[in-house]
């Protein structure tokens, strides 16, 4: 390349970044100029996790500490983007959240969301259970605002903590002009995830949560959010009044099915099976998954493949195919996890095989 050449894309690349800059200003200089009073209103519903958690001096163990008022406070620029409105839902590990706290969370977000002040809404939460509690929401919520479901890697006493950031971009998110009908997302470390498709992927790397085949929704930019898609694959079912107990049994090498037998004669409403590949089991599974499949307990099949489908392809006892001609479900795509979300609102609906196959087929 001559001097000249060099010369001006030098100059072409400074007014590339003159011209970022000036766009990150005007962004805001704009959102800091509106009145208080003019800026949208988010909901944010804290139920704990390693973003609401310190160490605890006496242990060096990081525990519960934080409120959401708390975190909201930790991050001063949110109140140059909206308003904000904290919801102190619960405080807990993530681990701790499940059937019997996941209904009332639904419909907390739920009335938040049916007010039209509010924009959008923002769930902290623990990251163990994350992907879980937002397939749940995005099955049952029936506003199309955005709900934003964000947690951290990091608690809040280390020094690379991330949880501020992922909340910050939380709020960017909910107010793009594209983040309306996307339904519920996961989105840490600037990664868009729809509920239906993400996981968790890592126990500590602060990016863990990714959508295998399916891939991002989007992405929070420092100067914008770009969606590059949307996901198809969703439905929204009702609350039941009653949530059903559903067993999640995972296949394992030389099983002899006890696992099966005994959820199915111990009140189970379904059983999910986690299996090997396309959704295969061994012989004595087979047989207990025949035996639960007689007593009028539905079992869904899922796999553990973290890509890929359950289908009904291998034909020897226990393959997929002959678990299908034996009455089984077919999780298709969903985690064993998922599958089970699923079968909470579904099983109270129906029993029937081909009927709970549609909705796993959506």
């Given amino acids: 390349?001559?001097?000249?050449?060099?010369?001006?894309?030098?100059?072409?690349?400074a007014f590339a970044w003159a011209l970022t800059a000036m766009t990150l200003s005007a962004m805001t200089a704009s959102a800091a100029e509106r009145a208080p009073g003019e800026r949208p209103l988010i909901a944010i519903v804290a139920t704990g996790g390693t973003i609401a958690m310190k160490n605890d001096p006496a242990t060096g163990a990081p525990v519960p500490a934080l409120s959401g008022a708390d975190l909201v406070a930790a991050v001063p620029k949110l109140a140059d983007l909206a308003r904000i409105e904290v919801t102190e839902f619960s405080n807990v590990p993530s681990d701790y959240m499940g059937p019997e706290l996941w209904p009332g969370l639904s419909r907390q977000v739920d009335a938040l969301l049916a007010r039209p002040e509010i924009a959008g809404a923002v769930v902290l939460h623990g990251t163990d259970t994350l992907d879980q509690t937002a397939y749940f929401l995005d099955l049952t919520l029936r506003s199309t605002k955005p709900v934003v479901m964000v947690g951290a890697q990091r608690n809040a006493s280390d020094a690379d903590a991330d949880g501020s950031r992922n909340l910050l971009n939380a709020v960017r998110q909910i107010l793009s002009p594209d983040s309306g009908d996307m339904g519920v997302t996961v989105t840490l470390n600037h990664h868009i995830n729809a509920a239906r498709e993400v996981r968790k992927t890592h126990t500590n790397n602060v990016e863990t949560f990714n959508s295998?085949?399916?891939?991002?929704?989007?992405?929070?930019?420092?100067?914008?959010?770009?969606f590059s898609r949307k996901s198809l694959r969703r439905q929204t079912l009702p609350l039941p009044?009653?949530?059903?107990?559903?067993?999640?049994?995972?296949?394992?090498?030389?099983?002899?099915?006890?696992?099966?037998?005994?959820?199915?004669?111990?009140?189970?409403s379904a059983i999910v099976v986690a299996a090997y590949g396309f959704g295969n089991v061994n012989a004595p599974m087979y047989d207990a998954i025949q035996y639960a499949i007689a007593k009028g307990?539905?079992?869904?099949?899922?796999?553990?493949?973290?890509?890929g489908r359950a289908?009904?392809?291998?034909?020897?006892?226990?393959?997929?195919n002959t678990l299908l001609k034996a009455g089984a479900v077919f999780a298709d795509d969903l985690t064993p996890d998922k599958a089970r979300v699923l079968a909470l609102l579904a099983v109270p609906r129906t029993k029937d095989r081909a009927a709970?196959?549609?909705?796993y087929d959506k």
């Fill in 297 to 307: 307990v539905p079992v869904i099949v899922a796999t553990k493949v973290y890509n």
């Fill in 212 to 226: 295998g085949d399916a891939g991002t929704l989007g992405y929070v930019d420092e100067d914008r959010v770009i």
């Fill in 241 to 268: 009044e009653r949530m059903p107990r559903v067993d999640l049994v995972s296949m394992s090498a030389g099983t002899d099915g006890a696992q099966v037998r005994q959820s199915a004669d111990g009140g189970a």
């Fill in 356 to 359: 709970l196959q549609t909705y």
């Fill in 1 to 13: 390349m001559t001097t000249p050449a060099i010369l001006r894309h030098a100059a072409l690349a």
């Fill in 311 to 320: 289908l009904p392809v291998y034909g020897f006892k226990g393959g997929g």
